[in-house]
């Protein structure tokens, strides 16, 4: 056996995509199940982007391009999002990459030195803890409230600021994967501020901006003097249903985007210049198909809550962004003596022989998420439907869980969730 790393023995792996694997096994063993567990789209990637992806393998535009991308591409992206969010930003402003995860790592290389405090708030996207201890900086978790609709605090930033020995970043996801929390312009304003009187940088992961169901996206780089102090990440996966294509890109000060530009040229040299092609298309020619794509996920998040609302134990708070929804199934959880990801798994494997949900429990994104679930939208609405009318069924077979808890004992609750 070859000797590994302590980086890569004590990492953890998002686990939206292992379930992900079990799902696909127990599909390929004839089990019908619906996959709601990883945040990707039912729909096709834009029609523009297809066709421009086609075309640039038809032309031959296959060879290498610049570390920083596609120059047409980042001009692109930096007239859309000045356009959209209200920020100036330039081509200049602007690196590729493949998606917003890999600006996770990116930015923590390109910022954080070891013992750093890094202030996240909780449930989180699984991913950033990983990409901080490949620095070895500190995670300082603050945790998200229900009461505050699951909105950052800039009194946790304050707090941070004030009594971390070493605080140097803070991570911002709005609107927030797993929770649906959306920040407001006055919430991000208030943690500005705090940002501007200290020397903390900001990483604000911006995959859901077209998905904000009242209002409009607000980004944190429309605040007085942030472009010198973030790095925007944003993403083709959600807006443009393209996740496979892998392709993004971040909004950062010029010599932030240069060193983020050295760390792609010494590893994956640059993004794929045909997903580059085809998301530029898509920037161009594709914003109709996705307000359509957007306005068809609102309305499947609606048709979730509403399903998931009338099951009994399960609480829904109504996301005011992203295609998540994240119900409070503590009390469930306690009748039944399981853990929510032992729910969740249950749903897929153990509750029948025939048909599963795949779903995701909260602790996947960190202790602050246990006893809530996480489905996303990700099936055409009769399939959500069908999902919908299996949970009481299966919540309702005691014996089923019985035997689940007996060949899977990780899985029994100890205590029970607390619940308020
Ligand atoms: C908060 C958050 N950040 C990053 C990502 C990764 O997106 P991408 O596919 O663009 O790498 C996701 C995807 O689910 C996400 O929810």
Redesign the pocket.
């Known amino acids: 056996m070859a000797r590994l790393s302590a980086l890569v023995r004590n990492l953890t792996a998002e686990t939206?995509f292992t379930v992900l694997a079990a799902a696909r096994a127990l599909k390929a063993q004839g089990k019908d199940v619906v996959e709601l567990e990883?945040?990707d789209s039912p729909f096709p990637s834009t029609p523009h982007a297809k066709r421009a992806g086609i075309l640039a393998i038809e032309e031959n535009q296959t060879g290498y391009c610049p570390s920083l991308g596609l120059p047409e591409f980042r001009m692109a992206a930096a007239e859309v999002v000045s356009a959209e969010f209200g920020y100036q930003a330039t081509s200049e402003n602007i690196v590729v990459g493949?998606?917003?995860?890999?600006f996770?790592q990116f930015f923590a290389e390109a910022v954080l030195d070891p013992g750093d405090g890094v202030l996240i708030f909780s449930p989180h996207?699984p991913?950033y803890l990983p990409n901080l201890e490949r620095r070895a900086a500190r995670a300082v978790l603050a945790p998200l409230r229900v009461e505050r609709e699951f909105r950052p605090d800039p009194a946790d930033v304050r707090r941070f600021v004030a009594t971390d020995p070493q605080p140097r970043a803070i991570f911002l996801?709005s609107p927030?994967?797993p929770t649906g929390g959306v920040a407001t312009r006055a919430d991000l304003a208030a943690i500005a501020e705090v940002v501007r009187g200290s020397d903390l940088m900001v990483f604000s992961?911006e995959?859901?901006c077209h998905m904000v169901w009242s209002g409009r996206h607000a980004s944190i780089l429309a605040q007085p003097g942030m472009l010198e102090r973030t790095v925007a990440?944003y993403?083709?996966?959600?807006s443009y249903s393209m996740?496979g294509w892998?392709?993004?890109f971040a909004v950062a000060a010029p010599d932030v985007v240069q060193a983020i530009g050295k760390l792609i040229n010494t590893t994956a040299s640059c993004s794929p210049p045909l997903a580059q092609r085809a998301a530029c298309a898509a920037l161009i020619s594709d914003a109709e198909t996705r307000d359509v794509y957007m306005e068809r996920f609102r309305r499947k998040v609606e048709r979730l809550c509403d399903g998931l609302e009338r099951i009994d134990g399960f609480r829904v708070v109504r996301p005011a962004g992203?295609f998540y929804v994240f119900p409070d199934v503590r009390s469930v959880c306690n009748r039944l003596g399981i853990t929510s990801h032992g729910l969740a798994l249950y749903l897929l494997e153990g509750a029948d022989d025939e048909f599963g949900v795949a779903c995701l429990g909260g602790e996947c994104f960190g202790e602050a998420g246990s006893g809530f679930l996480r489905f996303s939208c990700a099936e055409p609405d009769e399939r959500i439907d069908q999902a919908i009318a299996f949970l009481p069924r299966a919540l309702d077979r005691p014996d089923r869980v019985r035997r689940y808890l007996e060949a899977n004992s990780q899985f029994v609750l100890s205590q029970p969730y607390r619940v308020n």
């Open positions: 939206a990883i945040g493949s998606g917003a995860k890999p996770e996207f991913t996801n927030h994967n992961d995959p859901y990440a993403t083709f996966s959600k996740s892998r392709i993004g992203t």
